[in-house]
């Protein structure tokens, strides 16, 4: 018997450690890149899951975030970390929301940090879309699967070219936050090492004690293709960030 596929996804994501390919190394290292923030800034994650990238941040962060999610299991785990580990609402608060429908005040952050989600608004609609809640002199740090090499493996253009046929390059997405009214303070491509280590490698464990349990179901393989398509693409796309910030 088939489960419905949106909860053998959701219950593979919960068992990760992240809900996407990351590191608490690759994180801090970009906050690092950031110049001119208040000693204490505003933080607004979206797009959080689980909101690893937002303890991670909290470490070299002595402001207030804010991470908002749109799956309450995701939230739930989150919340239940931060009481296990005594972080207040002073520092970090949960907020059920639509990362496309924020009713935020205009320029109530000083940073924007999105980790994996914006494609789900597309590269440039969501940067146009959260400009608004970025002080003028705040950053937006968002990262975004792209193209690293101009000529790529057939099986990365197939698969992607169904999943995600808008994903762009370095030089296009930068090119993109212009238009929307950016400056590019740099980018940084995650290592590959991030993809395996925190993401891929406990899919595939949580895959299999899933199907232990399930019994077969498309879902998990539609899965092992995506990691399938990354361990036979050599490396021809990452997730980038992209360092902004709104003049």
């Known amino acids: 018997m088939n489960h419905d596929p949106f909860k053998i996804f959701l219950e593979v994501q919960l068992a990760l450690p992240r809900n996407g390919p990351g590191s608490k190394a690759a994180t801090q290292e970009v906050y690092g890149l950031l110049r001119g923030l208040p000693a204490k800034p505003r933080v607004l994650d979206l797009g959080c899951g689980q909101a690893p990238e937002a303890f991670d941040l909290l470490d070299v962060c002595d402001g207030h975030i804010t991470a908002v999610d749109l799956f309450e299991p995701f939230l739930d785990k989150a919340s239940a970390r931060a009481k296990a580990e005594g972080v207040g609402e002073d520092r970090l608060a949960f907020e059920r929301g ?12 000083d940073l924007i940090w999105s980790e ?4 789900l608004m597309g590269f440039a ?9 970025v ?5 937006v740090v968002v990262s975004e699967l792209t193209w690293l090499k101009s000529k790529r493996t057939p099986i990365a253009e197939s698969y992607w070219g169904n999943a995600y046929p808008t994903m762009g390059t370095v030089a296009s997405n930068r090119a993109l936050a212009v238009a929307a009214g950016y400056e590019v303070i740099g980018t940084m491509i995650l290592p590959l090492d991030d993809w395996r280590d925190s993401y891929y490698g406990p899919m595939r464990e949580a895959i299999a004690d899933a199907r232990h349990r399930h019994g077969p179901q498309p879902a998990y ?9 990354f361990e036979k693409s050599a490396g021809d796309y990452s997730y980038v ?3 902004l910030k709104r003049p």
Do not use: C, N, R
């Not at 994996?116 to 494609?119: D, E, F, K, T």
């Not at 609609?125 to 608004?132: H, I, K, N, S």
């Not at 393989?221 to 398509?229: Q, S």
């Open 98 to 109: 639509d990362i496309e429908e924020l009713e935020y005040d205009a320029e109530s952050f």
């Open 116 to 119: 994996g989600a914006i494609y």
């Open 125 to 133: 609609e969501g940067l146009q879309a959260w400009q608004p809640f």
């Open 135 to 139: 002080k003028h002199g705040g950053f």
């Open 221 to 229: 393989d539609e899965m092992e293709d995506e990691i399938t398509v």
């Open 241 to 243: 960030f992209y360092i």
